[in-house]
Nanobody, 124 residues
Framework: QVQLVESGGGLVQAGGSLRLSCAAS????????MVWFRQAPGKEREFVAG????????YYAESVKGRFTISRDNAKNTVYLQMNNLKPEDTAVYYC?????????????????WGQGTQVTVSS
């Protein structure tokens, strides 16, 4: 089990940037593939991005490719999501999660440990 705490959300105008952080507890953080999901009001939670334990492999939803960058710092037990050129449709609560598998699942049902989430609101 891993405990996760997200931070860095806020209100930003369209075209702006935010960097989200997810701090994880546990000495085995470096063995997890880490992911970000988001959930907008009235919608299902959707996959946004994932990064393998080494940081060498990254995965993105088509809707964020070229705008978002996921990275991790295993020494700090932290995963980041740099979000640029934000759009109003990016408005959602953003969550991080962890998996022991080398490739992330795109289904939220495959994850059992979630943080509390951080709100991102993009105004037009």
């Amino acid at each position: 089990q891993v405990q996760l705490v997200e931070s860095g959300g806020g209100l930003v105008q369209a075209g702006g940037s935010l960097r989200l952080s997810c701090a994880a507890s546990g000495r085995t953080f470096s063995s997890y593939t880490m992911v970000w999901f988001r959930q907008a009001p009235g919608k299902e939670r959707e996959f946004v991005a994932g990064v393998a334990w080494s940081g060498d492999s990254t995965y993105y939803a088509e809707s964020v490719k070229g705008r978002f960058t996921i990275s991790r710092d295993n020494a700090k037990n932290t995963v980041y999501l740099q979000m640029n050129n934000l759009k109003p449709e990016d408005t959602a609560v953003y969550y991080c999660a962890a998996t022991v598998y080398s490739r992330p699942s795109y289904s939220p049902r495959d994850y059992k440990d979630w943080g509390q989430g951080t709100q991102v609101t993009v105004s037009s």
